[in-house]
């Protein structure tokens, strides 16, 4: 007979659990990274540190948390949390998931609108 398998409802990056991995120090994270993530953690890990302490200070005092910082890449201790990072504009909320390790902020909240553009001959032009 054909055995059921169970799929788990863990989450995992690259072979880590995402809830073992928010004990994790940042520069053990880093290592499970690739390449371009793993050099701007190692090289801006006082910049994440001040960004975590921050969420905390904020998720106490129930502050939304709000960030202009679109090149910091995601760690698991922001998993769960809602930020607004600024798209030039406005701060566009963005709740980070497991799936957006690795990533960096800014790739959520985007730049531009989708044009829309009107259908021809419905516009007026003035007349000279």
């Known amino acids: ?6 799929k788990s409802k863990d ?3 690259r072979g880590e659990k995402v809830e073992d991995l928010k004990s ?3 520069r053990e994270f880093a290592k499970l990274c690739k390449a371009r993530a793993r050099r701007t953690l190692l090289r801006n890990y006082d910049v994440v540190e001040m960004f975590l302490k921050k ?3 904020c998720v106490a005092k129930k502050k939304p948390i ?3 910082d679109r090149a910091l890449v995601i760690v698991p201790r922001m998993v769960g949390l809602t930020i607004g990072v600024h798209n030039g504009k406005e701060f566009v909320k963005v709740e980070v998931t497991h ?6 902020l800014g790739e959520f909240a985007a730049t531009r609108k989708v044009a829309k553009h009107t259908s021809l001959g419905t516009k007026k032009v003035p007349k000279k």
């Open 1 to 6: 007979m054909a055995e059921l398998v169970k």
């Open 11 to 13: 989450k995992f990056f």
């Open 24 to 26: 994790v120090d940042t």
């Open 55 to 57: 969420c905390e200070v």
């Open 66 to 68: 709000k960030t202009h």
């Open 99 to 104: 799936d957006m390790l690795g990533h960096r």
